[in-house]
Every structure is written in structure tokens, then in C-alpha cells.
């Protein structure tokens, strides 16, 4: 054996050593924690229970944009002008294909600007 393969040799020792130390540690820290989780304080977290605002034109909102998606995505976009709330619905229509009657647009767009429009605050309408 030349000194060149002891030091090639007593590299790779070296790399199994280490890969097996590597190894045992990522397995007692994984593994050993898994096993001692404390469930005594573990909490369920409900479901949020969206709720539009009561109005003229509430139901017509619920009728038509909860087919895809919960109300979730409208209630957390609140703060959009008119025209933002009217280019939304647009593209729930163009982009994702969302059958919407013509003559419920002009109510939902007044019920969404009216409730979640700009002006309007979370504290005043939450
Ligand atoms: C045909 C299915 C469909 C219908 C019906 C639908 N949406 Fe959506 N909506 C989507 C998809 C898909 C997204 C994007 C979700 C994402 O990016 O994770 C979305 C996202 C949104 C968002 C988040 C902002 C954005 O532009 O991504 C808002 C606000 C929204 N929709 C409002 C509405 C309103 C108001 C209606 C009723 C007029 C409606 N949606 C009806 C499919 C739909």
C-alpha cells in the first residue's frame, strides 16, 4: 500500500464516520421528538365561518361567487374602489370562466362597494 491510498482510505473512513454520526443524530433528533410531543395543550382551531354583511345584494354575491372558492378571497380583498370590485368580477368571468348573469353584475358590484368598498373600514364592517 502506497501513501497515497492510506490517505485515500483513511479519507473515506473518515466520510463514513461522519455520515454515520450524521445519521444518528438526525434520527434522535426527528425521531426521538416525534415520540415525546405533549398533546396536553393541543388546540383545535375551528373553521372561520365567513359571513357576508346583510344588504341588498348579499345574496346574489353568495349565489354567484361561491361556486369556485369560499367568500374567503372577497371578505380579504375588502378596501377595492367600485371599479376594482367590477374589473374583479370581470376576471372571474374572462379568466376563470365563471357563469355570471349580465343583469347581476350592476347589484353585486353596489352590494360589494357599499360593504367592502374603500372607504370602508374592517372595524366598521368586520
Ligand atoms: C369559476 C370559478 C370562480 C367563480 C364563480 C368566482 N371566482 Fe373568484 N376566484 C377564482 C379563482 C380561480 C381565484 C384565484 C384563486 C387563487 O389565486 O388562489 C379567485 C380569486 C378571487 C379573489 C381574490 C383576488 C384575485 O383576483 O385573485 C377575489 C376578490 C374573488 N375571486 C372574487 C370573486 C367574486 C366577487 C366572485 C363573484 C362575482 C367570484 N370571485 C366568483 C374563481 C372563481
Known amino acids: 500500500m502506497t501513501w497515497i491510498s492510506t490517505a485515500v482510505g483513511l479519507r473515506f473512513v473518515k466520510m463514513l464516520a461522519v455520515g454515520m454520526l450524521?445519521?444518528?443524530?438526525?434520527?434522535?433528533?426527528?425521531?426521538?421528538?416525534?415520540?415525546t410531543v405533549d398533546y396536553t395543550n393541543?388546540?383545535?382551531?375551528?373553521e372561520l365561518e365567513w359571513e357576508l354583511a346583510p344588504g341588498q345584494g348579499a345574496e346574489i354575491v353568495e349565489t354567484n361567487c361561491t361556486a369556485c372558492h369560499?367568500?374567503?378571497p372577497i371578505l380579504q380583498h375588502r378596501g377595492f374602489t367600485r371599479e376594482q370590485w367590477a374589473a374583479e368580477i370581470h376576471k372571474m368571468q374572462k379568466?376563470?370562466?365563471?357563469?355570471?348573469?349580465?343583469?347581476?353584475?350592476?347589484?353585486?358590484?353596489?352590494?360589494?362597494?357599499?360593504?367592502?368598498?374603500?372607504?370602508?373600514?374592517?372595524?366598521?364592517?368586520?
Open 42 to 46: 393541543y388546540v383545535e382551531i375551528p
Open 22 to 35: 450524521g445519521a444518528v443524530l438526525v434520527d434522535a433528533s426527528f425521531g426521538g421528538a416525534a415520540e
Open 70 to 72: 369560499s367568500l374567503a
Open 95 to 126: 379568466r376563470y370562466g365563471a357563469p355570471i348573469d349580465e343583469q347581476d353584475i350592476g347589484p353585486m358590484v353596489d352590494y360589494l362597494a357599499a360593504n367592502y368598498g374603500k372607504e370602508i373600514t374592517w372595524d366598521a364592517k368586520n
